[in-house]
């Protein structure tokens, strides 16, 4: 159903001929020239059905509505669908993503990064400098994080439903910086880790994706990281995200040398609590606050349980 609501938000998408660029590459510069109209494309114009930028697909309210549902829908079931994540993600920012941006316009390095429009890429880091960093530094501990965690900037979709090129390249941003949210959070890419970083994020940026994620992530997660969650981690990440500055304001492409614990300090993001699952990252299995095994029997587990309840029916009101 998805997939066809897609193809058929496409289909319907008429083309005004863009300028050069790669697609996907939202609002990679002002210097792109902008799309001008071909002989014969006035009719879509005037119906306000025009591509913005390489990739986009032009949807009315009602489309948006059913790809909201729809990706929400699989998101939950299959977290790890991230191209429903970004169609949600897309979809139900109209009102985060402007706010976002007018946080970055009114910042000096946010106004420069929406005048530079710099990009985390494989084609955009000198990955073996990076590596070449002192350990603890932002470069060093990104590259890390990458390679520990088989992930790739390059995964990170392109925005294709945001009527804005200007918002496009903000949910872009986003999404290129999210793997240095892990690493400034030392949260790894399985399931607590994720619903860690988007309860952060949920409080930093107001994303409804955020939001969703950070809400309907716990349950599928066992018991026993339930508590993890509860007691420690979702607490020390709404009081981070709260105190922290907004986290699009950084330009971490001129950081890769400053260390991690200087850069958490100057964003305002509080030291990760003393949980230890798995060192350095937190793992899937034999889960311990300090040195203490979590029995997923116990009442204290219960309690954690009631608790991430609570914080969510909180955080939802």
Known sequence: MLPLLLRRAAARA???????????????????????????????????????????IPTSPLQKALL???????ALYDPYRHDMVAVLGETTGCLALPNLRDKMKHHPEGYRILQERPRIRLSTLDMSW??????????????????????????????????DEELAYV??????????????????????????????????TGLPMCVLGAAFGP??????????????????????GRNASCILNVYYEQRWEQPVESLR????????????VNPPFLGQQNDVIGNKE???????????????????AVWVN
Not at 68 to 74: D, E, K, P
């Open 68 to 74: 909201a549902a729809g990706s929400a829908v699989m």
């Open 171 to 204: 949910i872009q941003r986003y999404r290129e910086v999210h793997d240095v949210m892990h690493t400034l959070l030392g949260m790894p890419t399985n399931m607590l880790g994720e619903v860690v970083v988007k309860w952060f994020e949920a409080v930093q």
């Open 130 to 163: 990076l590596r070449g960093l002192p350990d603890g530094s932002l470069g060093r501990e990104y590259v890390r994080f990458l390679e520990d965690n088989k992930v790739s900037p390059d995964t990170r979709m392109p925005p294709k439903f945001v009527d």
């Open 14 to 56: 008429p083309l005004l001929r863009a300028g050069s660029g790669a697609p996907g590459n939202a609002g990679l510069s002002h210097s792109e020239p902008r799309a001008r109209r071909g002989h014969g494309e006035e009719e879509e114009e005037d119906e306000g059905c025009y591509r913005l930028y390489p990739g986009h």
């Open 219 to 240: 349950i599928h997660l066992s018991t026993r990281k339930l508590q993890v969650l509860a007691t420690e981690l979702i607490p020390w990440a709404i009081r981070s």
């Open 265 to 276: 300090e100057e964003i305002g993001i509080f030291p990760p609590p003393a949980v230890h």
């Open 294 to 312: 979590l029995n997923p029997e116990s009442a204290e587990t219960a309690a954690a349980c009631a608790s991430v309840r609570e914080l969510i």
